[in-house]
């Protein structure tokens, strides 16, 4: 009508996402990048209150709390585990009934009561007599109940960051939309900076808070740490209006269990040689796609086979799902088998990652440390690593993925997830021998009656270098491998995926270094590691996670070999078509 405003229609996502209450979400109001930089500073922040405490753990543990370097390279490493661990809690509650958001907040919260917790217990109890802590002075004893209240406030902060880092990374990429061809791309880029945000954030925690932890000033550290994590949920509930969501699907181990069930039941039950026998439920037009049928793991293709039983139950009404599965439902099923194999491989990899957090820091503690008088703290070689990390996120996005793209016309978008995680497996196995070469080489100039070396610690910078360029390549790609291709209704278990192979790596190291330790003791040798490393053979043990990851190498290139991409309804395929699968409901 003529003098009348016409409103623009606004459009929706077309993915399925919705708003904060529950309404379908707008995509000029919602998402996007402004929520992803809320995230990605909400990381960075958490990241940085994590590894205050953290990156310094294991010096904690031996100049406070009075355990050797074995036993607190151990206690390191079962509480990085646990943390890990936790990150399977946190993708169910959130994939099953909270949702991502929810889930992030409950757990941040958690985390912020475990470092206030911690902060105080170091500043009442802990670190006493006053300005004990650092290389010089030790602290004294402490009692049961101040060791329980450490553990407590430790693995409260392990149970809040755990819970909260597979659905934070997740979070992030709902916000693009990935049936838009912009906002597709927007949400490949988000995986590489998040990464490079919880890098960034770490490196404040390893140079400033490990330097003054390093010298003893602990409460001070932990009370940052504890700041950070406050103004960090503060700037993740300011962004609540703009977030996208997905629906929770409900208990995905209760849909795994139908499958299996189902299945069993249908043992005798001959499977159709063709796959558009088998029952696809009809699913409403909300972003929702079904999962084509595909070969492998056959005998779960039974629970999706329609018998006459189900025929006849479906003249009722409905069906039992513990007898009939839908086609999508038993895909999801196999998409996580099929990861299994992948996931089991990048374990290795976690082990070599993890001895930058242990190894690393008590090899550095026992090499030249101070320049013109100025001490540098072991830990924060670490921010070599995180340089590292920045560097090789923009060589791989700006030059190499690009360069690929243009002679590999079989790759246009570059290197795949599975190319790049293998590349950061040959990149730790590099890691390894130059740490080992060090290690020999600083044996070589120190003496067996102090744990001292005149080695200069700078020369550990290759093997940070190595570890954060391997980081890039596996990391990154397993964040992004498993969020594409886990099902709709697990996204947050894919990303619990790779927490939790970090998590199994930091048990598998606390288990190897056990046994190194009981076969290479004698009465001639206290061990590779010994609380004295002049008097062991730290390089040996480097050399040793060298040949294991080796090892594990041509494992993964079998297994990446044999995997199979998940498919989608709808989906264009190479030829140019659509992939449809027609309806076969009972």
Not at 186 to 214: M, Q
Not at 223 to 242: C, E, K, M, Q, Y
């Amino acid at each position: 009508m003529i003098g009348k405003k016409v409103k623009k229609q606004e459009e929706c996502t077309l993915d399925g996402t919705v708003d904060q209450h529950g309404q379908p979400a707008i995509r000029e109001r919602t998402g996007t990048w402004f929520a992803a930089i809320l995230i990605l500073v909400n990381q960075g922040l958490a990241t940085l209150a994590f590894f205050g405490v953290g990156v310094n753990l294991v010096l904690f543990l031996t100049r406070v709390m009075g355990q050797d370097n074995a036993e607190a390279a151990n206690s390191v490493s079962k509480w990085t585990g646990t943390v890990y661990i936790f990150s399977l809690l946190g993708a169910f509650l959130s994939d099953s009934y909270w949702g991502r958001y929810k889930t992030c907040a409950i757990f941040q919260a958690i985390f912020v009561v475990g470092l206030v917790s911690f902060s105080l217990s170091s500043h009442i109890f802990l670190v006493k007599p006053d300005g004990c802590g650092s290389e010089q002075t030790p602290c004294g004893s402490h009692s049961k109940v101040q060791i329980a209240l450490f553990y407590v406030s430790i693995y409260l902060i392990a149970l809040g960051n755990g819970g909260y880092q597979p659905n934070i990374a997740t979070l992030g990429a709902d916000q693009f939309d990935e049936d838009h061809p912009k906002e597709a791309h927007s949400k490949v880029a988000f995986f590489s900076y998040f990464y490079l945000a919880l890098n960034l954030g770490s490196l404040f925690s390893n140079t400033v808070l490990g330097y003054f932890e390093d010298k003893g000033i602990w409460a001070l550290g932990f009370w940052a740490s504890t700041a950070s994590a406050v103004v960090a949920l503060g700037l993740f509930l300011i962004g609540t209006p703009r977030y996208r969501h997905f629906i929770p699907k409900g208990n995905p181990l209760s849909r795994v269990c139908q499958v299996v069930i189902a299945a069993t039941r249908k043992w005798k039950v001959e499977i159709p040689s063709s796959g558009e026998e088998l029952y696809v439920k009809e699913i409403s037009n909300n972003g929702e796609r079904n999962l084509l049928h595909t070969e492998g793991f056959k005998f779960l293709d039974r629970a999706a086979v329609i018998t006459s039983k189900e025929n006849t139950l479906n003249q009722g009404g409905s069906h039992s799902p513990w007898r009939l599965c839908p086609v999508t439902q038993v895909e999801e099923v196999k998409c996580i088998l099929r990861l299994l194999p992948i996931w089991l491989c990048t374990i290795l990899y976690s082990v070599v990652f993890t001895q930058m957090a242990s190894l690393f820091v008590e090899q550095g503690a026992a090499m030249k440390t101070t320049i013109a008088n100025f001490h540098i703290p072991p830990a924060s070689m670490s921010s070599f690593d995180i340089l590292s990390v920045a560097a090789f996120i923009f060589i791989y996005r700006r030059v190499l993925d690009p360069l690929v793209a243009r002679f590999k016309k079989s790759s246009p978008n570059g290197l795949s997830e599975l190319q790049r995680m293998g590349i950061g497996l040959v990149i730790a196995v590099m890691a390894m021998v130059a740490a080992g070469i060090v290690e020999h080489f600083r044996l070589k100039s120190s003496s067996s009656s102090s744990n001292s070396s005149s080695l200069s610690i700078f020369w550990q910078i290759p093997q940070y270098v190595l570890i954060g360029a391997s980081e890039v390549f596996m990391y990154v790609g397993q964040l992004e491998f498993f969020n594409k291709e886990a099902p709709a209704g697990l996204k947050s278990f894919g990303s619990a995926l790779c927490m939790t192979s970090i998590s199994l790596g930091n048990y598998v190291s606390s288990l190897l270094v056990t046994i190194v330790m009981k076969i290479s003791a004698s009465d001639a040798m206290p061990g590779w590691i010994p609380g004295n490393l002049n008097k062991g053979h730290l390089d040996r043990f480097y050399f040793l996670l060298a040949a294991l990851t080796t090892g594990d190498f041509v494992v993964y290139l079998i297994c990446a070999n044999w995997y199979q991409c998940i498919k989608l309804e709808g989906k264009i395929s190479e030829e140019g078509n659509k992939e449809e699968q027609g309806d076969r409901r009972v």
